[in-house]
């Protein structure tokens, strides 16, 4: 109960939205893995979450009590 997860790194230089970037740099894989993981930890039902949009991204999440 209200444990701490932070992740870095969780806008991949703007690729994991699609259209920002006209000519993705990064592999594929890698970018839909990163979505992947930014929708399950937003969608999760024990915690909450928000992405700061600091340099490259920062997701925060808190375990519900």
Do not use: C, M, Q
């Amino acid at each position: 109960p209200r444990g701490l997860l932070v992740t870095d790194n969780v806008l991949w230089d703007g690729e994991v939205a699609p259209g920002f970037v006209a000519t993705p740099k990064r592999p594929a894989a890698d970018t839909r893995a990163i979505v992947e993981y930014n929708e399950r930890v937003a969608s999760h039902p024990d915690l909450i979450t928000t992405i700061v949009p600091l340099r490259d991204g920062v997701s925060i999440s808190v375990k519900k009590p």
